[in-house]
């Protein structure tokens, strides 16, 4: 299974970015997906997950800035980031993984290489 990554980049403060995030491999099935981030010096957190089901889950230094969708036909997830700050700079990783109890848990080995997220004037 492989997760690959795009989009990501350099934005100004208060802009824009995406970022998606492609699944393939041998007869992969979708439970829930989710990104991730960690900068400089800090732990990977969880920016936001979403089941196959569309159900969905942020962080909430986030909410109503980022929106999480999922293509299940393409087996693609988005991240639509908004009103961006400096502190969301950050490497941003693809995670597949389970759905329980409304709580996400990636899987083992399963993630994307990671991309860059600059945001800065």
């Known amino acids: 299974v492989q997760l690959t990554e795009s989009g990501g980049g350099l934005a100004q403060p208060g802009g824009s970015l995406s970022l998606s995030c492609v699944v393939s491999?041998?007869?992969?099935?979708?439970?829930?997906m989710a990104w991730y981030r960690q900068a400089p010096g800090k732990q990977r957190e969880m920016v936001a997950a979403?089941?196959?089901?569309?159900?969905?889950k942020y962080a909430d230094s986030v909410k109503d800035r980022f929106t999480i969708s999922i293509d299940n036909a393409k087996k693609e997830v988005y991240l639509q980031m908004n009103n961006l700050k400096p502190e969301d700079s950050a490497v941003y990783y693809c995670?597949?993984?389970?759905?329980?109890?409304?709580?996400?848990?990636?899987?083992?080995?399963?993630w994307g290489q990671g991309i860059q997220v600059t945001v800065s004037s």
């Open positions: 995670s597949k993984g389970t759905w329980y109890r409304g709580l996400y848990s990636p899987s083992a080995g399963r």
């Open positions: 491999g041998v007869t992969v099935s979708i439970n829930a």
């Open positions: 979403i089941t196959q089901g569309g159900t969905t």
